[in-house]
């Protein structure tokens, strides 16, 4: 069974600086590409950031710059590193591995 369990988020200030964490079980993460996505309130879900199987990463415009998806295959963690946040990061954010979806970690960027 392949289980994703996000954790890292938090209440930051705008211009702060978050690295989120997704744990995977039941999978080797090497193996395989992993996806970040955010869903803020009241709206839709949103592809923010993905490694493929060979490292290759690609981001959504709106973090270009500013965030780094990352995969560590010897804990089997993939992780995003996020700096330069604004209010508009605020979001429940959530790993993906396989069409699994973590249970996502709120980031609450905010004075």
């Known amino acids: 069974q392949v289980q994703l369990v996000e954790s890292g988020g938090g209440l930051v200030q705008p211009g702060g600086s978050l690295r989120l964490s997704c744990a995977a079980s039941?999978?080797?993460?090497?193996?395989?590409?992993m996806a970040w996505y955010r869903q803020a309130p009241g709206k839709e879900r949103e592809l923010v950031a993905l490694?493929?199987?060979?490292?290759?990463?690609n981001y959504a415009d709106f973090v270009k710059g500013r965030f780094t998806i990352s995969r560590d295959n010897a804990a089997n963690t993939g992780h995003l590193q996020m700096s330069g946040l604004r209010p508009e990061d605020t979001a429940v954010y959530y790993c993906?591995?396989?069409?699994?979806w973590g249970q996502g970690t709120q980031v609450t960027v905010s004075s």
């Open positions: 490694i493929s199987m060979s490292g290759n990463t």
């Open positions: 039941g999978i080797n993460i090497g193996t395989y590409g």
């Open positions: 993906v591995v396989l069409a699994t």
